[in-house]
């Protein structure tokens, strides 16, 4: 853990004035970095030749928090009083250019070795759910970009130019716990599996000992993906494809066996339940489905 000369926690951003006090945001942030011991933590497991990477990256961090788009943008943290509220020392946009560019997928991975010591570090503060559930929410999105010579953008199903990422979330606070970037064109489910894979090694090392459930949409629907979920002892629920053999299968279900849910205020809604299989001989598979009637109509 790196220690700071400044006590963050005895700060706090006032406002007295309209047009005062710039980024005084910053001052969460910059305590959560300094309690979580960031900097040291980033200059022990990141390695790209450059000298003191852990400022270097949090800078990078904390001007994007501030609203940063583009490299130019972090000198924002060097004007004013900014620097007096961040742990760090800011570095120039020339300085960060420089860096960045030394960057590979090795370097990457390093990151990723942070994030995860980083989520320990937090969880073990008592912000980690410990032996209670966890549901996790996996899912793809689209980062649109500008500019057709940045590397790995592609034209995805959306027809947008960008980047098409997995992130992995927990259910109820929000809180990213692990993320792959991949390319523009990538299908939802690329890497789903091995995206599991270390994913459940992030949340299993940061001290989650509970169940755990987790939530994906219809692009993930794989068995690939659901065999690799029962290893690792993970409950799952994913949506699946209105296709006609799911039609038939809702279809066949028992007028008594649909259930009334609570909906939204004023709304009305039901559900049941069936086994639905695929596949002939050795190759059947069956799963419970959960659905709603209105594919019935």
């Keep these: 853990m790196s220690s700071s000369s400044r006590i963050l926690d005895r700060l706090k951003a006032t406002f007295d004035h309209e047009g005062l006090v710039a980024n005084a945001g910053l001052i969460v942030p910059a305590t959560l970095m300094s309690r979580l011991g960031l900097e040291a933590l980033i200059d022990e497991r990141v390695n790209t030749g450059s000298s003191r990477p852990g400022r270097k990256i949090l800078t990078v961090v904390a001007a994007i928090i501030a609203g940063a788009t583009h490299i130019d943008h972090v000198d924002m943290l060097r004007a004013g009083a900014t620097q007096r509220v961040l742990p760090?020392?800011?570095?120039?946009?020339?300085?960060i250019g420089t860096f960045l560019r030394t960057f590979t997928f090795g370097h990457v991975r390093q990151l990723d070795a942070v994030l995860s010591r980083a989520l320990q570090r937090a969880w073990a503060t008592g912000a980690g759910p410990d032996a209670t559930p966890v549901v996790i929410d996996l899912d793809s999105t689209i980062c649109e970009v500008h500019g057709k010579q940045k590397q790995g953008t592609g034209y995805g199903y959306t027809g947008v130019l960008g980047y098409h990422p997995l992130l992995a979330t927990l259910a109820g606070s929000g809180?990213?716990?692990?993320?792959?970037?991949?390319?523009?064109?990538?299908?939802?489910?690329?890497?789903?599996?091995?995206?599991?894979?270390?994913?459940?090694?992030?949340?299993?090392?940061?001290?989650?000992?509970?169940?755990?459930?987790?939530?994906?949409?219809s692009g993930f629907w794989a068995w690939k993906l659901i065999d690799r979920l029962d290893t690792h002892n993970i409950c799952w629920s994913i949506t699946v494809r209105l296709h006609k053999h799911m039609k038939q299968a809702i279809a066949a279900i028992e007028e008594d066996a649909w259930q009334d849910i609570d909906y939204t205020i004023g709304g009305q809604a039901q559900v049941a339940e069936t086994i639905y299989t695929t596949g002939k001989g050795k190759h059947a598979r069956s799963c419970l489905l959960y659905t709603s009637p209105s594919p019935r109509d």
Excluded: C, Q, W, Y
Aim: charged share 25%; no cysteine; hydrophobic share 50%.
């Design 88 to 95: 760090f020392k800011a570095m120039a946009a020339s300085t």
């Design 175 to 217: 809180e990213v716990l692990f993320a792959r970037m991949r390319h523009g064109s990538a299908n939802t489910a690329r890497g789903a599996v091995r995206f599991v894979d270390e994913l459940v090694a992030v949340v299993r090392r940061a001290g989650a000992t509970g169940p755990i459930t987790m939530r994906a949409d």
